[in-house]
């Protein structure tokens, strides 16, 4: 009897270490569902994450894209305007040598006044003809004033006079000559100008 009961008691110890085993089983079984639940839903709220740093990220990109765009513009604009500069700059960069260079020119003119020594005429009939060509290369023009209204943009009056033979503004005489180049004035033509 005793090893009856030993046995009997034996097989409910075993029965309730099984029953132990099973729950612990069960407990574990949930434990788990419960993990692989809570994994999906981070995996769920992880993806939601990813969306919203990839949406970030484009938004991000597309800012950048437009600065770029507008930098590249901006920089499109700048070189053209850099190229116009120096355009204009080469175009005038000999203005002050130009000038120099007017008042021996005048000079020469003044000397072909003279018409008494011969081979001095023809001389400086040469330097004047030569010089004359250098000018008109660089694209300096002598500003019209004979029968032409006055202009305050192109010339400058010194004296004014009231003359029968011309009409109200009309230059009588050019007392020194005025030059333009390549269409931008340099030197007023100084002028006496009729005035009624």
Known sequence: ???????????????????????????????????????????ESEDEKVD??????????????????????????????SEKEKREFVKYANE????????AYEDLERALEVKEDKNLRE????????????LEDEGVEAIETEHQKFDPYKHEALMTENNEDYENNEIIQDLQKGYTLNSKVIRYSKVKVCKK
């Open 1 to 43: 009897m005793k090893d009856e009961k030993k046995i009997e008691k034996e097989d409910i110890e075993e029965q309730e270490i099984n029953e132990e085993n099973i729950q612990e089983t069960e407990e574990e079984e949930k434990t788990v569902q419960e993990e692989k639940v809570e994994d999906k839903s981070e995996k």
């Open 96 to 103: 002050g040598l130009i000038l120099k260079v007017l008042e």
């Open 123 to 134: 001389g400086v009939e040469l330097i004047y003809k030569k010089m004359t060509k250098i």
């Open 52 to 81: 919203d740093t990839v949406k970030q990220l484009e938004k991000t990109v597309s800012q950048y894209k437009d600065k770029m765009q507008r930098m590249q513009a901006d920089f499109e604009n700048y070189k053209k305007r």
